[in-house]
């Protein structure tokens, strides 16, 4: 039995921003991955990917990261461009890869599940409720909100949320991916908006204004924790949440707990380019300084 499985698919990424061009593996399942690395916990990635970035994967394994991998005919393919501001992001779809089906997770236990779709049609609804009887389901709602026109991404509703997110436990999205599901402009009214559809913890991210969770009728509002220089904020909200669900699941840590630890994770990963590859001990140490 695992602690956390995470699904989703690597990407091959290619990062604009005022100091240039990078290019890297990404994707909720790589960064999600790597910032659990170092961590106290049992996990496995499940994920898909063309046979051109098989490399990605054997990456990760030479981390000790246990991965099952499904052969795709594609690698999802992502540029992403960044402003000054580097809570505001542009983005281009340029290549997509297979959808996820069950019988890729027939063998998997674990006691958490955390859903990464980069687009509407990595996941089924039937898939989510299908999974949902094996155990805890955690969704980066991003990937449904996504729409491809001419390569170009823009935000929209996800059509199917109304018989999707019933079986979700816990909901991760930025205040505008909210508002686009919700179709509330505030977060008290998006977020009670999913309660009252069966989610049971709303986490929202606002970049560096912080976040907040909502959870039984409860606000928790959770400080950002940035350093003095931001390099890379891409990544951030799955290391979030690989934080969160860590202190969650594994740790037993009540909400704010959590979200503050995972507030910091996120902040310290911005410290450098690609993912988090830092501890626990660290973490720690730079909420205290942070605070």
Known sequence: ????????????????????????PGGTALYFSCAVNKLDVNYVLVTALGAAEMEYVDHLRN???EVRVQPSAHTVIFENIYGENQDDRTQNVLQIADAFTME??????????????????????DFIKTLSAKGLISLDVQGYL????NKK??????????????YIDIVKADVAELAALSRYQTVEE????????????????????????????VFYNIPA????LVVDA???????????????????AGIQQAGEFAAAMAGLKTMSPGPFVGNEDEVTRFLIQRV
Not at 239 to 245: I, Q, S, V
């Open 104 to 125: 890729q997770l027939l063998n998997v236990e674990a006691k958490a599940f955390h859903l990464g779709p980069l687009l509407a049609g990595d996941f089924t609804t």
């Open 225 to 228: 924790y940035l350093p003095e």
């Open 234 to 252: 891409t990544g951030c909200g799955d290391t979030y949440m690989a934080g969160y669900l860590y202190q969650r699941i594994k740790k037993g």
């Open 190 to 217: 998006g977020v009670k908006f999913l309660a009252d559809l069966g989610v049971k913890e709303a986490v929202i991210t606002n970049g560096s204004q912080g976040s907040v969770i909502y959870s039984e009728g």
């Open 63 to 65: 981390k000790d990261i």
């Open 1 to 24: 039995m695992y602690d956390i499985c995470c699904v989703g698919h690597i990407t091959s990424d290619k990062i604009v921003n005022t100091k240039g061009i990078m290019h890297m």
């Open 153 to 166: 991404v823009f935000l929209t509703d996800w059509p199917d949320k109304l018989n999707a997110l019933q």
């Open 146 to 149: 996504r729409k491809v026109v």
